[in-house]
């Protein structure tokens, strides 16, 4: 995943840096035993390309009790292809059926043209302004 993750173009809208395998092993350890609390989940799931299985990239997840809050990277090589699209939705359509969470969102900055693409194809409309630069997205399940 460090490999996967190391552009520093993938950074330009949000707040993190390209982290070595050993850094980037370091922080998953930290951020599962931080969130894995009775009430915020943190999960991740490494998108992988059939059928080699390579990864690129990942998807987020903050499961709180009444909200998912999702984000998404895609190595450069690979964006373009609606991968982030599906990877979210999957997490999403499983989160839903698992743990009944009928809330996703997502907090995007308003120059991230993709990723607000990405919302816009996972049915997402903008709630609220976030400061600064950034939008709050949800979508309500039926
Ligand atoms: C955001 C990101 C994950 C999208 O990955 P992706 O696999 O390319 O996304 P998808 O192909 O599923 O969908 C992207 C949509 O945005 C559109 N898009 C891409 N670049 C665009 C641009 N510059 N202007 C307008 N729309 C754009 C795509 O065309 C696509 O929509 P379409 O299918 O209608 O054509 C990827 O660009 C990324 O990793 N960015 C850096 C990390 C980041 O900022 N993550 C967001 C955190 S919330």
Redesign the pocket.
């Given at each position: 995943m460090a490999r996967i993750l190391a552009d520093p173009a993938?950074y330009a809208?949000?707040d993190d840096t390209p982290l070595d395998e050993e850094q980037l092993a370091a922080r998953y350890e930290s951020q599962t035993s931080r969130w894995d609390s009775a009430t915020t989940k943190w999960r991740n799931w490494v998108v992988r390309l059939k059928p080699a299985q390579c990864a690129i990239?990942y998807v987020q997840a903050t499961i709180e009790p009444h909200e998912c809050i999702l984000?998404?990277?895609?190595n450069p090589q690979w964006?373009?292809?609606?991968?982030?699209?599906e990877a979210a939705l999957g997490v999403i359509e499983q989160t839903y059926a698992q743990l009944g969470i009928t809330r996703f969102s997502?907090t995007?900055d308003r120059r991230?043209?993709?990723?607000r693409?990405?919302a816009q194809?996972l049915g997402m409309a903008i709630a609220a302004e976030r400061c600064g630069t950034e939008d709050y997205w949800t979508m309500d399940m039926e």
């Open positions: 993938l809208y949000i990239g984000a998404w990277v895609i964006q373009g292809n609606g991968y982030a699209t997502s995007i991230n043209a993709p990723s693409g990405v194809h």
